[in-house]
């Protein structure tokens, strides 16, 4: 278990370090950008990029790209990690369980708010355009099928991340507002193993979404980002596999 918590670490570290460092070098970039344009026509934006004519140009991406729609889903998924993780700390005293959901809140809360950096820096919309749905960046044409036969064998239609939420669920891997009130309502034991159940599920929608990115998004700090969530995820799916068998449980897919 510590080993495989060392590895996890180690990845979100350099991942989340690297994505950091492009993300600043990405807002000096798009600061010097904007100052040239301003100058040049008066502050007038092309329709693709910003800073076309400058030599230190950044290109945003679109408010339908799947750089964008990464950012805002896996934000929101993201969002659901923490809340569920911080449920859990309050419903048991199990140190292993309580360690694991402080590391995972602590990470995703983190990827967060770095997600929703970019679609600042980048000016875009939190929510989707044109009443467009989450996972709409997934569509068919792109990443197709992301199964991992090793990991719960999520396949299927690209859309839905390789599997269709579950009713009363917005992504795949997402609980529904009734299994968080079970969450709640748990405690001891059950409170452990519903959430490793929980998390289990989110993550194997989290990694399906995550490998889209590193196939489809096109900022390279981005795209680095999400690979380093599939690895650390991955890394997490097996260690609650192993929490659970050593409480008697098994994951539910």
Known sequence: MTGVRRDRRVAVRAAGSAALLALLFAGAATVASARDDGARDGGARGGGARGTHSPTALRVPGADSADAGFARDMAAHHQQAVEMSFIVRDRTRDEEVRLLAYDIANTQANQRGMMLGWLDLWELPKTAPGGQGPMSWMTDGHPGHT??????????????????PRDGSLMPGMATRAELDRLRAAGGRDAEVLYLRLMSDHHRGGVDMARGCVRLCTVGAEKRLAQGMVEAQRSELDAMAAMLEARGAKPRS
């Open 147 to 164: 199964g991992d036969a090793g990991h719960g064998g999520l396949t299927g239609h690209a859309g839905h991340a390789g599997h269709p």
